[in-house]
């Protein structure tokens, strides 16, 4: 799938989910930000996902995704709109079973900073929809054995990642947990050079595979740093 159709895909779901969240909510109603009457400009989220491939045969048939986590800081407008800064970790295990007749041990590790944009669409005092596209600069080392030859290559290349979230408050209020749902798309691909092989058993040497695509699906969490009138209900306790 081609990263400017999902990418419209996005767009299409952001415009479907705000029409949504008006209609539930009341067209000619001003939706309360979560938390109370002061919006919680000051937000700490994180996301924990399992990665599948899906582009990049190489990627797809050589690499099995453990684990893509990120964690950042976000500053929440009164409009619901947020932007954030945040780092993705992210964790590849070499199939062993693509390599028959080879032996191949190795893993790949993806560091990630990265800058994002977000809505929330608040539908009703508990539940709320959020939608983001995160921007960031992978770099990507791979690293292990090929039968008796030792490999470790580091390649770098930009990352797109639109989200949609969706999440459900606390009694506190101070606190989300949700589904994440989220797809990449980097800037780089992944071939017999990752491996430093000639080629890669079942794909031929040299084919463009173009650049690496997953999907990751996972738990994500919410903090709302407390405000004025969380500080204040305090001090009244």
């Known amino acids: 799938m081609k990263f400017k159709v999902l ?5 299409l779901m952001l415009i479907g989910t705000d029409s949504f969240g008006q ?18 400009h000051s937000v700490i989220k994180g996301d924990f996902k399992l990665p599948t491939p899906i582009s990049n045969k190489a990627f797809r048939g050589v690499l ?13 407008l009164i409009s619901d709109f947020t932007f954030g800064v945040g780092f993705k970790y992210g964790f590849w295990d070499i199939d062993v079973n693509s390599f028959p007749s080879d032996k191949v041990t190795g893993k790949m590790k993806v560091l990630n900073p990265f800058i994002s944009v977000s809505k929330i669409f608040q539908q ?5 929809i959020e939608t983001e596209l995160k921007v960031g600069y992978n ?36 606190l989300a947990f949700g589904l994440t749902i989220n797809y990449n ?53």
């Open 7 to 11: 990418t419209i895909f996005m767009l």
């Open 23 to 40: 209609y539930t909510s009341g067209s000619n109603k001003k939706k309360r930000s979560n938390g109370g009457k002061d919006v919680h």
């Open 64 to 76: 099995n995704g453990v684990t893509d986590m990120d964690l950042s800081y976000n500053y929440r």
């Open 124 to 128: 009703n005092s508990q539940f709320f």
């Open 139 to 174: 770099s990507m080392n791979t690293t292990g054995t090929y039968n008796v030859n030792t490999f470790d290559h580091n390649q770098t290349g930009i990352n797109f990642e639109p989200k949609i979230g969706l999440y459900l408050q606390t009694p506190s209020e101070l």
């Open 185 to 237: 798309y980097i800037g780089a691909g992944f071939s017999e050079n990752n491996l430093e092989v000639d080629k890669i058993p079942g794909i031929d040497a040299g084919t463009n595979n173009g650049n690496s695509q997953y999907f990751s699906v996972g738990f994500g969490f919410y903090t709302f740093l407390p405000n004025k009138d969380d500080m204040a209900a305090a001090k009244e306790r």
